[in-house]
């Protein structure tokens, strides 16, 4: 009876261990965070360096998340698989388990729990996460391309990118009309009041001093900005909290409109940026915006 109970399990686990190999083999890439959410710290305990290490180890092409991606995946990002680690409770043992999902968060494989007896943090993370990819080596990984993925389409890509190029410029050409209002407001004669006697007081000859350079300053724009999240958008407060600007949702991503002025922000490449018109030049600042 015992001897048939454990074929049984065993062939349940010899069958999860194809199907997940099946699944994984499929993919290209994984890509790694640079934090984990157990953790407080990017690569806290170097936990995040030694995940994409061992990756890379098992036969995968491991890429940390924010660098540069090779261009079939800016392509076509259902070739990785998104990676995490996560951190089950145990009073005397530190418990990591491995999970990996496809580009539409779906599951598509979750680790047996790595663990470690270690009291301190470091090593007893180290430990655990090795642990927990042995249970990956175990499906002894290898790329094969699969048409489901491979043959998602992106031909649709420089439509997008010409559909956000043109919401752009209909934004800058809302700023423009906004501010030629704003001209034509401040153009407008009004009624000149009467004028009282001015009464002309001798002033003292002014003393003649060298030029200075005026330099414009975006307050806030050279430190680092917390954003909070508002109705229709969010709040850019600094470090005494003092709300700086207030930004709202559009229809392009990484694209705002700043409450209450002719600017807009938004992403571009890794940093932020604010956009503005100052007289007749269009201005350009960098913003340190930590989300």
Same mark, same amino acid.
């Given at each position: ?9 065993? @062939? ?143 031909? @649709? ?81 600094? @470090? ?52």
């Amino acid at each position: 009876m015992k001897t048939k109970f454990f074929t049984i399990i065993l @062939s349940c686990f010899i069958a999860t261990s194809v199907f997940a190999q099946a699944n994984i083999n499929n993919y290209k890439y994984v890509i790694v965070p640079d934090k984990f959410d157990f953790l407080k710290e990017k690569d806290q305990y170097q936990l995040n360096s030694l995940a994409k290490f061992l990756f890379n180890k098992q036969g995968f092409v491991a890429i940390m998340e924010g660098s540069d991606y090779p261009n079939d995946l800016v392509l076509n990002r259902c070739l990785a698989l998104e990676s995490d680690v996560t951190k089950d409770s145990g009073m005397f043992k530190t418990k990591l388990k491995i999970e990996l999902k496809d580009c539409n968060g779906k599951v598509v494989y979750t680790s047996p729990l790595g663990e470690s007896r270690e009291k301190e943090y470091k090593a007893a993370y180290n430990l655990a996460l090795r642990d927990a990819f042995k249970h990956i080596e175990a499906i002894n990984y290898k790329y094969k391309p699969n048409e489901n993925i491979t043959s998602i389409s992106t031909t @649709s890509l420089p439509q997008v990118k010409n559909e956000v190029s043109e919401e752009l410029a209909e934004l800058r050409q809302e700023i423009q009309n906004l501010k030629k209002e704003k001209e034509a407001e401040v153009a407008v004669v009004k009624k000149p009041a009467v004028e009282t006697p001015k009464v002309v007081v001798p002033q003292p000859k002014p003393v003649k001093n060298k030029p200075v350079k005026e330099t414009t300053v975006i307050e806030g724009a050279s430190n680092v900005l917390y954003a909070q999240e508002i109705e229709n958008g969010f709040q850019l407060v600094d @470090s005494s909290p003092k709300v700086i600007y207030r930004i709202k949702h559009t229809n392009l991503k990484d694209v705002f409109l700043v409450d209450g002025s002719s600017a807009i922000v938004y992403k571009k490449g890794d940093d932020w940026v604010i956009e503005y018109y100052s007289g007749a030049t269009l201005k350009q600042e960098a913003l340190n915006v930590k989300f």
